[in-house]
């Protein structure tokens, strides 16, 4: 399959049921001659809560900046995860096999 370059393209297809989580925002620095040169490093958590999941990880010079970036990454990186009765046959296909 092609890889997907544009996240408009995600949000076209999943863009009402996506949600998404900030995992954590960071502080990273970078030592200069002049001094330090603080950055922020946001992960991000993105799924529909069925079956597509995706991450993202941005580093930029102001949180809101960080957030958005790493949000449009986890839209690209966007997978689908196959669910199915691993342990129990109870009901509808509802586990992941393994950690995601």
């Given amino acids: 399959s092609l890889p997907v370059k544009e996240f408009e393209i995600i949000d076209y297809f999943l863009g009402s049921s996506l949600k998404d989580e900030v995992l954590k925002i960071m502080p990273v620095q970078k030592q200069t001659r002049a001094g330090q040169r603080t950055r922020f490093k ?28 790493a949000i449009t990454l986890a ?15 109870l009901g509808q296909p509802h586990t992941v096999p393994c950690k995601v």
């Fill in 75 to 89: 839209k690209l990186s966007i997978i689908p995860v196959r669910m199915g009765d691993w342990g129990n046959k």
């Fill in 42 to 69: 946001a992960i991000v958590a993105l799924g529909d809560h069925k079956q597509h999941v995706g991450l993202g990880v941005k580093c930029s010079k102001e949180v809101a900046t960080a957030i958005r970036g």
